[in-house]
């Protein structure tokens, strides 16, 4: 079966995102995990295995993640929490879902 897996790299410092919370919604809203990348910005495990399919979000807490860095931000701060909506139409496939993050701006695709 399909898992859902993610990692963060912070754009800003060219390096991986270590210590960025990450929340996983599923249908309904349930919280279905919470982590902290790991040293290499990773979720330390498949955040979901055997997915249903439908609607899941991603929430990456990136003002935290920057304050807790040091970086200067505004209050309120540009980007606060990076919210991703996706869907799952294949529970056999893998799904990837990595960001690229800087606290002015971010970028993401699907991985394998």
Known sequence: MGKLTTHVLDAAA???AVGMRIE??????TLLAAVLTNE???APGALLQDAQPGRYTLTFHVARYFRAR???LADPPFLDEVVIAF???DP?????VPLLVTPWSYSTYRGS
């Open 92 to 96: 056999a496939a893998n799904y990837h």
């Open 24 to 29: 996983l919604h599923g249908p309904a809203a």
């Open 70 to 72: 040091g970086v200067p």
């Open 14 to 16: 060219g390096a991986p």
């Open 87 to 89: 869907g799952v139409a």
């Open 40 to 42: 290499d910005g990773r």
